[in-house]
């Protein structure tokens, strides 16, 4: 009983290395899988843009003249 008690153990303790070396995915499943990762990383930084944009868009709607101090004035000589 204690020989196969003993050849039970060894064999769980021999075969372990083996169990732990589980294989994440095949190549194909990780390259989709990165693809759509990619694929909702420019979307992200799509509409990050887009909203930049429309903010400032908003704020643009009031102009202002940034060479205003830089001209001379304006005495209606033209």
């Known amino acids: 009983m204690k020989k196969l008690l003993f050849g039970a153990i060894a064999l769980v303790v021999l075969a372990a290395p083996a169990f732990a070396q589980k294989k994440d995915s095949e190549p ?3 390259l989709e899988r990165d693809k ?3 694929a909702e990383q420019v979307d992200q930084q799509y509409k ?3 909203e930049r944009s429309r903010k400032e868009g908003e704020t643009a709607s009031t102009r202002s003249d940034p060479w205003s101090n830089m001209r001379a004035p304006n005495d209606g000589k033209r």
């Open 28 to 30: 194909l499943e990780i």
């Open 48 to 50: 990050r843009t887009m």
């Open 36 to 38: 759509k990762q990619q």
